[in-house]
């Protein structure tokens, strides 16, 4: 119950993206395709992405296509379940969804990350979301497993500064431009 798995619908090419996003992307799918070569050449593959940009660029969209292009399930992890009141549940419920990702090749997506990846500093914040932060920073930076972590905000200004060294890459989704409305 904690993400909701589904066989992806679309691939890179329904997309129409900014050239520089697109390039990343396709950059990302080749990389992830040869990571067994990359791997044994001493490279680590990039496997932990942060997508940030305004609501409805494509951000979602694009996890899901990568998902397809690379023929594997899409996991959007569901924060309504992820999220508990009780005292350290959610940190527990996040080490479940890690530890899934760990054990199966996929595409999980972790949509409106900003709510469980808030600034640590903010004073409107308790003391249980700052613990959650701290044992996603732990869980982010000692992920290994075979399944793209994706994180998606479109507030990527309330993140708590430490996330953003725990991603391989970050990607910037732009609104498009009038020629890509059209084209869409």
Do not use: C
């Not at 679309?10 to 990359?38: C, F, M, P």
């Not at 972590?149 to 953003?164: E, F, K, P, R, V």
Request: hydrophobic letters at 45%; a negative charge.
């Amino acid at each position: 119950p904690l993400a909701d798995v589904r066989v992806p619908d679309r691939v890179l090419s329904d997309l129409v993206l900014k050239g520089a996003t697109r390039e990343q992307l396709d950059r990302l799918v080749i990389e992830y395709r040869r990571r067994r070569e990359l791997i044994e050449a001493g490279v680590r593959p990039r496997h932990r992405l942060l997508f940030h940009g305004p609501p409805g660029t494509g951000k979602t969209t694009a996890a899901e296509a990568i998902a397809g292009e690379l023929g594997l399930p899409f996991a959007v992890v569901r924060l309504d379940a992820l999220i508990t009141s009780l005292l350290g549940e959610t940190a527990s419920n996040l080490r479940r969804v890690m530890d899934f990702a760990a054990s199966n090749a996929m595409v999980v997506l972790f949509d409106e990350f900003d709510s469980i990846g808030r600034d640590r500093a903010d004073t409107n914040e308790h003391g249980e979301l700052k613990r959650v932060v701290n044992a996603l920073l732990q869980m982010i930076e000692s992920y290994r497993g075979s399944s793209l972590l994706i994180a998606a905000t479109n507030y990527d200004q309330l993140l708590d500064s430490a996330l953003w060294r725990r991603f391989d890459d970050t990607v910037q989704f732009d609104h498009p431009t009038v020629a890509q409305i059209r084209e869409l």
